[in-house]
């Protein structure tokens, strides 16, 4: 039997042998697993955790999947059914990623030849490794809003403030700091707010002092707009 196949029957195997299990006793042994691992954050049990991903204090993860690489700092939501992984993922503080979104760090070679996974196939029979994927890390700042939907591809950038729209496709890193983004591929289509805001809002940072508990003047000043 083809190796490739064996390991997915494998874990086929597992998942029924699972599945054996009474319900009821499979939900509180993943639960009490994750409350004993992510003490300060919500991950639901319906959500797929790789062991080496980091999941910040005060995260909302619902019903999502975590590869390893991947980093999500304080106080991020992530939606159901999105899929983070794949490689180097870096997310700051305070992001809200929508329902179904897509992050990958890694990518088929799309100048080879085929962009078939020979690697998974033909691993038991050639020495040789084959470079069948490449990698380019992904970075998302503080603040970030991902809307329904939205994928981000290796080597993108979205910096500090910026909003993605639903289903739009982030490919580039020549974005600014509350750039409101949009299509496929995605483009600058405003920017939140006046230059002196933004520069306002990037000089104080205010991500970095949140650990604490923030004040109801900070509060009050982040959640009204500037003309207020």
């Not at 699972?18 to 639901?44: G, H």
């Not at 290796?154 to 409101?180: E, L």
């Not at 970095?208 to 003309?227: N, Q, W």
Request: hydrophobic share 40%.
């Amino acid at each position: 039997m083809l190796e490739f196949v064996k390991l997915h029957r494998d874990n086929e195997r597992r998942l029924i042998t699972e599945a054996l299990l009474p319900r009821a006793f499979q939900i509180w042994r993943k639960r009490r697993f994750l409350a004993k691992k992510y003490p300060q954050a919500f991950v639901s049990i319906g959500s797929n955790i790789a062991p080496n991903a980091h999941i910040g204090n005060g995260c909302l993860i619902y019903d999502a999947h975590v590869d390893d690489n991947v980093s999500i700092g304080d106080y991020c939501a992530v939606g159901q059914a999105s899929i983070l992984g794949h490689g180097r993922i870096s997310i700051g503080k305070f992001c809200s990623i929508a329902h179904n979104t897509y992050i990958t760090s890694t990518n088929r070679r799309l100048r080879s030849r085929t962009t078939c996974l020979l690697s998974r196939i033909v691993s038991s029979r050639v020495t040789s490794k084959a470079e069948d994927t490449e990698s380019l890390p992904v970075t998302i700042g503080n603040d970030v809003w991902l809307g329904w939907g939205a994928v981000v591809l290796p080597g993108a950038v979205i910096p500090d403030g910026c909003v993605v729209g639903a289903n739009a496709v982030v490919t580039k890193r020549a974005y600014k700091p509350y750039s409101i983004l949009g299509g496929a591929p995605a483009s600058i289509l405003g920017q939140r707010f006046s230059d002196l805001e933004i520069a306002r809002l990037l000089e104080m940072r205010w991500w970095d002092d949140a650990d604490t508990d923030m004040s109801e003047e900070m509060v009050a000043f982040l959640t009204t707009t500037p003309d207020e």
